[in-house]
């Protein structure tokens, strides 16, 4: 009836407990925190993909003569080992592709961490720091968020267990994009899909329109309303119809951009908590300040 199956890179040298399991470092993890710190990581704080040697392939003619590039996937060596004492939730998915997805997934939501099973790649950078949004979690408030999302996650149907782990996925992903724009757009996607989720779980309403559709998210988790909400609903539109970020090109530099992908950032880290069933004061908090917040 048990399940296990090895996770990484997690950095944080200690047991993640929940109802029906554990997360425990493996007997390494010191060692390989030390060097993946020293060896693999920029000063930056990111670990980044590895150079790599392609070959020559000899069907068409060659395009230049340099023959390394930055790997597009790469794989970090396991730190935890996750254990499930219990039946699974996902009878018709694997526990990797269903119980164990979810709680990897959403304990890189507490703690920030891309996380991925072992032998199982990665794509572009993974932050080597944790986020800096809400004081840090452990002991019993950790342990309980993390069964009670676990709770809630396995009491809904199916569609909805896969959208919600894909939205953890890509919301903590998101730290991969280096341009403001490019995070804004994946941290708009992310909004929409905690929307759905929120209609389909009876949260909020049918509603058409963007801008009341944040507005009453918001409202409906006891979130505060700002009136830079209504203003990254605007990013949001002129950048998916019109292609224009603040006014002018992509990539081309803004003074307010990185301000509202980072807001969008904020809330959507709050409406995941919520959504797993969390209540508490990170919700209330402003969600448009730099400092983090209590939880």
Known sequence: MGESATFGFLPIPRTITFDRGAAEPLPTLSSDIASVRHHLTHRDGHRYPPQI????????????????????????????VLRLDAPLAETSASFRLGDGAFLIQFIGL??????QFEHWWFDGRLPMFPRRWRFPLAGDLESRLLSDAYRAWRGWPSRERVRFTNLLYMHVRSATYEWDWERFAVNYVVLDGCYKMAFRLHFVPEIKRHRARLAGMLQAFGMPLHADAAKIVDFRNDLFHESLWDGGQPGAGSRTGPKYADYLSRINDRLLFALAGYSGPYLSSEWWGIGPAPI
């Open 53 to 80: 040697h392609d070959p020559a392939i000899h069907v068409f003619e060659p395009m230049g003569g340099q023959t390394e590039r930055p790997a597009h996937l790469h794989k970090m060596p396991p730190s935890h």
């Open 110 to 115: 507490m703690s920030g961490y891309r996380l």
